[in-house]
C-alpha cells in the first residue's frame, strides 16, 4: 500500500518543509490542500508555485492528491463559503477554485482532485441544491475531462452528500462520467454510515480513486489519532486491497499541525503494522536520514 499525508495537517510548516519531513519519514505522497499558507491557487505568480512544487515533488518521489478543503480560501469570514449548492451566482466562485485546482492538478500529475457538495444554505431547498450541484459537477467534469484529470467526489458528515449512497445517486444523476470517482474517508464510514467500515470499502470500491484515513467514533465527526478511536484497521485495510485500489491513502489530521512531525511518524508507524501484507518503505533517501524499519 502508498501511504500519503494531508498538507492540512501540517499548516505550521512551509509546504516546503512539509514535504521534506514526510519524504524524510518514508511517505509515497501527499494529499496537497490548496490554501493561502500552502499553493495559493489565487497567488499572482501561482504558475511559478506550481512549477516549483511539482520540481520538489519530482525530487523527492512524492506522489500528490489535490484536496480542495481550505476553510477561508474563497472568503475570509465564512468557512468554506460558498458551496456548489448556493444559487448560480455566488456557485460560480467555488467552481472557478475547482476548475483552477484541476488545472493545477494536472500540472502537479494529481493522482486525483477532491471535492465535496457543501451545506444545504437557509435559502436553498433541496431540490434546488441537487439541481446547484449537478450544474456545478458539470462544469467542473469539463475542465477534468479536458485536461484528462480524475475527481475525487467524497461524502462528507453533514452534507447534502454525506453516505456513499449519496454519492451513488449523485454519480447516476451525472450520467455515471468515467472521470468522477469518489474520494472515501475511512473515518467518516465509522461517524456516519450503517456498515461495518470493511463493508463500506467494499461498496464504494468500485468507485474509489482516492482514499482519506484516520480513526473516529460512531456518531461523532472528529478526526482523531489511530487507535483514538473506535476502527479495527486491519480488516479495513484488508478489505482496501481487494477492491485492487492502488492510489494513495493519505493520513488526515487538519487539527493536529502543532506535532505535525511526531504525528506523521508514528501514523505511519501504525499504518504499516495494520497493513496486510508486510509493507517496508517503498523509497529512500539515505542522506536525508529516511527512517527505516
Known sequence: MRFGYGTNGFTNHRLDEALDVLADLGYDGVALTLDSGHLDPYAPGIARDVGHVAKRLGELGLAVVIETGGRYVLDPYRKHHPTLLHPPEAAARRIDLLRR???????????AVSFWSGVIPPEVDEGQAWDNLLSGV?????????????????????????????????????????????????????????????????RAGPHLVNIQI??????????????????????????????GYRGLVSVELPRHSHAAPMIAERSLRFLREAAPTPSIPSRAHPTRGVRQR
Open 101 to 111: 485546482a484541476v488545472r493545477i492538478g494536472a500540472d502537479l500529475g494529481a493522482e
Open 138 to 202: 458539470a462544469a467542473v467534469l469539463e475542465e477534468a475531462e479536458e485536461r484528462q484529470v480524475t475527481l475525487g467526489f467524497e461524502p462528507e458528515p453533514g452534507m447534502l452528500v454525506d453516505t456513499i449512497a449519496a454519492f451513488e445517486r449523485l454519480h447516476a444523476l451525472a450520467g455515471a462520467p468515467p472521470r468522477l470517482g469518489m474520494t472515501l474517508d475511512i473515518g467518516h464510514c465509522r461517524a456516519v454510515e450503517p456498515e461495518p467500515v470493511p463493508d463500506c470499502v467494499r
Open 214 to 243: 484516520e480513526d473516529m467514533r460512531r456518531g461523532v465527526h472528529e478526526h482523531l489519532e489511530f487507535g483514538e478511536g473506535e476502527i479495527d484497521f486491519p480488516p479495513v485495510l484488508a478489505a482496501l486491497e481487494l477492491t
